[in-house]
């Protein structure tokens, strides 16, 4: 089975600290996906990465930046978190666009 | 953009059959579609996912209809441990799968 590893389940920071969200997955594929989720907007993509070092955009970016320098880690970077990136934050993986996606159980953040 | 409308919630007994419908009219010929679900404090669970032809697995069947526009999940014995939320979900943008909020099932005993 495909495992998705989140480094944290829980996470409390302060305004203003740059965070690391940490994915790991051991099943060489080569897509990965972070997704945060909030109560009333579903899952929303924030960044896709399809190779090592490429990265694409999801709808809601802003703020966050990723890393992808091997091919089974995936980072979420938060440079200055803001009390509004309090949320649910989910890691994902896929070998190709048609097969299925690989979440990890999430790591939640609090921003006090 | 290739979006999906689901109730927002739903109930079933105990061992008797869930339909969960899912409307997503503006699909495309290629897009595959996918339903997962979301028990508390966990992240998406993949259940099933098709094209064209109808589809089943050990967990659930998914039928598509002629025209793609919809399809449903079917559980055929509803348990309590597949209370959750279900998804179903478009790839759309290339990359990007649209998630939507979902339909959350109740089980009752």
């Known amino acids: 089975d495909v495992k998705v590893t989140q480094s944290s389940r829980y996470l409390v920071k302060r305004t203003g600290e740059k965070v690391f969200l940490e994915c790991v997955q051991d099943?060489?594929?080569?897509?990965m996906f972070w997704y945060r989720q909030d109560p009333g907007l579903g899952l929303r993509l924030i960044y896709f990465s399809y190779d090592v070092k490429m990265k694409e955009k999801g709808d809601i970016p802003e703020g966050y930046s990723v890393s992808r320098e091997k091919k089974e880690r995936f980072s979420l970077i938060l440079e200055s978190a803001s009390t509004n990136q309090t949320s649910m934050y989910l890691c994902?993986?896929?070998?190709?666009?048609?097969?299925?996606?690989?979440f990890g159980n999430g790591t939640r953040l609090t921003v006090t | 953009d290739a979006k999906t409308t689901q109730p927002n919630s739903m109930e079933s007994n105990e061992e008797e059959p869930v339909h969960l419908p899912c409307n997503h009219s503006?699909?495309?010929?290629?897009?595959?579609i996918h339903w997962y679900r979301q028990l508390p404090s966990q992240g998406p669970e993949y259940v099933i996912h098709?094209?064209?032809s109808n589809v089943n697995n050990r967990m659930a069947s998914l039928a598509i209809a002629e025209d793609r526009k919809s399809s449903t999940l079917i559980l055929h014995r509803a348990t309590l441990r597949d209370a959750a939320v279900y998804y179903c979900?478009?790839?759309?943008?290339?990359?990007?799968?649209?998630f939507g909020t979902g339909t959350s099932l109740t089980v009752i005993p």
């Open positions: 098709g094209l064209t």
């Open positions: 099943m060489d594929h080569e897509n």
């Open positions: 979900i478009l790839r759309e943008k290339g990359n990007q799968f649209y």
């Open positions: 503006t699909i495309s010929g290629t897009d595959y």
């Open positions: 994902a993986s896929t070998a190709d666009l048609n097969s299925p996606l690989h």
